[in-house]
């Protein structure tokens, strides 16, 4: 037992290096006190050039230095979701999650990921820190690409050029399981040609 506890410091390091989406834990400021190797591995810089400094200064988000003050700061930080979740998270005391497309820089050049943000908060050495998490979900988010979609049998085309009803291309390629059901205004349109056929049905003669 004192051999597991001695050593769990370094099996919880083990674990949070062994995550492959970008782990931060950050203070309310968004300054990185701890990161992971997935996220080692973004930032491509020493641990003396990460850790205290703000999130958008580290990752090269596009705002990071419009103004001297640097990241969080800006007009266009306002809309930050990763300083909005943090914030929103430690002020709660609650786990969030959102979806947005993030976009840095990398070699000059702007780069663009659709990322899955959670922050959840904890407390730690006297004080509530945030653990921020950044999942890659480009792949996911390629359903915002236009799909084809037959006008008329409303299948859709998949890269092989096979043609599949809508639930069954969505299931193959996603998971994603329907329930069906009525909107309004179908229901509506449906209830009527019912209630018409019934009429209709009513005005035949019974052939006696």
Known sequence: ??????????ILR???????SLI???????????????????????RP???????GEVMNCLHAADVPEGCGRAPACNDCVIRNSVAEALKGNRIVRRRKKLAMLRDGHKVEIYALITASPFYYDKRTQALLVIEDISEIAELQRLIPVCSICKKVRDDQESWSRFEAYFKEHWDVDFSHGYCPECYKKEMDKA?????????IPSGR
Do not use: W
């Open 1 to 10: 037992m004192d051999v597991a506890i001695s050593g769990g410091q370094d």
């Open 49 to 55: 050039a990460v850790l205290k400094r703000r999130g």
């Open 195 to 203: 209630k018409k056929n019934l009429k209709t049905d009513q005005k």
């Open 14 to 20: 083990s674990v949070f290096d062994a995550i492959p």
């Open 24 to 46: 931060f834990v950050v203070d309310d400021d968004v300054r990185i006190q701890e990161y992971n190797a997935a996220a080692a591995e973004l930032l491509l810089l020493k």
